[in-house]
């Protein structure tokens, strides 16, 4: 890894020198490093006779790409564990009620994404009573839905605002022509839920990625 991450500040910095100087190590051992990672791939990283500044050959640029996606993954791995050391969760599990409005689901999604960019978020969408269904049986922690279906006896709530169904029905059914209009509009209450036994846990919450049914996006 460490000569990887020679190779990478060799190629920023455009020289063995400046690199050097910016990893606050000597010359000579910028070269060894490269030396050492050239012998070791079999390939030549640099083309170092037609000009004074190191130039990278095509197979250099190659390994360049691959560099860079490792010291990346090597990055996020870190900031992973900094997280867990500070007692963030390894994941997320929310389950979705599909009447939940998709847009406030996104913006909810991107803001925890924001706050805790190393959890990953598993997202998983029930209709009815599937939402308690998955937080009784310990396969989500946090669910999101309404009453109408849900027995939240032994569950933690807390209201998070409401969500307004319109019932309609084609101009030939029976409803349609009973004048009637009182049940045009029948608000529902959207609310959070988690089993309670979560809290001795901590409240904690915290992505990288999150997951549709388990599908890394």
Request: overall charge positive; cysteine-free.
């Given at each position: 890894m460490d000569q990887l991450l020679v190779?990478?500040?060799?190629?920023?910095?455009g020289s063995?020198?400046?690199?050097?100087?910016r990893l606050q190590r000597a010359t000579s051992a910028i070269s060894y490093a490269i030396d050492t990672l050239e012998t070791q791939?079999?390939?030549?990283?640099?083309?170092?006779?037609?000009?004074?500044?190191?130039k990278l050959t095509h197979?250099?640029?190659?390994?360049?790409?691959?560099?860079?996606?490792?010291?990346?993954?090597?990055?996020?791995?870190?900031?992973?564990?900094?997280?867990?050391?500070e007692g963030l969760e390894s994941e997320v599990s929310l389950v979705v009620d599909t009447m939940y409005?998709?847009?406030?689901?996104?913006?909810?999604?991107?803001?925890?994404?924001?706050?805790?960019?190393?959890?990953?978020?598993?997202?998983?969408?029930?209709?009815?009573?599937?939402?308690?269904?998955?937080?009784?049986?310990?396969?989500?922690?946090?669910?999101?839905?309404?009453?109408?279906?849900?027995?939240?006896?032994?569950?933690?709530r807390i209201e998070i605002g409401g969500v307004t169904l319109i019932p309609v029905a084609a101009s030939s059914h029976p409803l349609a022509r009973t004048g009637d209009k009182s049940a045009a509009r029948a608000p529902t209450t959207s609310s959070l839920f988690y089993r309670i036994d979560l809290q001795a846990k901590g409240e904690t919450g915290a992505l990288s990625a999150w997951r549709p049914g388990g599908l890394v996006i």
């Open positions: 190779l990478l500040t060799v190629v920023e910095e063995f020198t400046a690199a050097a100087r791939l079999g390939l030549p990283l640099f083309d170092r006779g037609t000009t004074r500044k190191p197979v250099g640029q190659a390994i360049v790409s691959e560099a860079e996606a490792v010291a990346h993954s090597v990055g996020t791995l870190r900031a992973r564990v900094r997280g867990l050391l409005p998709s847009d406030q689901l996104v913006a909810v999604l991107n803001d925890f994404h924001m706050k805790f960019p190393t959890v990953p978020l598993r997202l998983l969408v029930q209709a009815l009573g599937g939402v308690e269904r998955l937080i009784r049986s310990g396969d989500a922690g946090i669910g999101i839905g309404g009453l109408m279906h849900m027995d939240s006896t032994g569950l933690r």
